[in-house]
Nanobody, 127 residues
């Protein structure tokens, strides 16, 4: 049974940093591309960023490029999202997603490109 568990969310001030973690079990993590999505209140879920199986390639949404960074530790079966310079607009529930595909192809930006999802962790950025 595949399980993704996010942690690290919380309430922070604008300009602060926060690091989210997502630990996987039940899948061959080392061969899976991973991603983060987020969903703000009343809005659709949106792509944040993705990382390929080795950690050698990453993709980011324009809204977070230069502020957020994805990394992974395959030995720990964990993917991270380092968020710096947080803004009010970053307030959302953040979801970890895993794919049976290893690389970052055209559907890496979309939810349909992922097979497994975590329950989410809430990030609230206050002014």
């Amino acid at each position: 049974q595949v399980r993704l568990v996010e942690s690290g969310g919380g309430l922070v001030r604008a300009g602060d940093s926060l690091k989210l973690s997502c630990t996987a079990s039940g899948i061959f993590f080392g061969n899976a591309r991973m991603a983060w999505f987020r969903q703000a209140p009343g809005k659709d879920r949106k792509f944040v960023g993705a990382i390929n199986w080795s950690g050698g390639s990453t993709l980011y949404a324009d809204s977070v490029k230069g502020r957020f960074a994805i990394s992974r530790d395959n030995a720990k079966m964990t993917v991270y999202l380092q968020m710096n310079g947080l803004e009010n607009e970053d307030t959302a529930d953040y979801y970890c997603a895993g794919s049976r595909k290893p690389s970052l192809d055209s559907d890496a930006y979309s939810g349909i490109g992922y097979d497994y999802w975590g329950q989410g962790t809430q990030v609230t950025v206050s002014s």
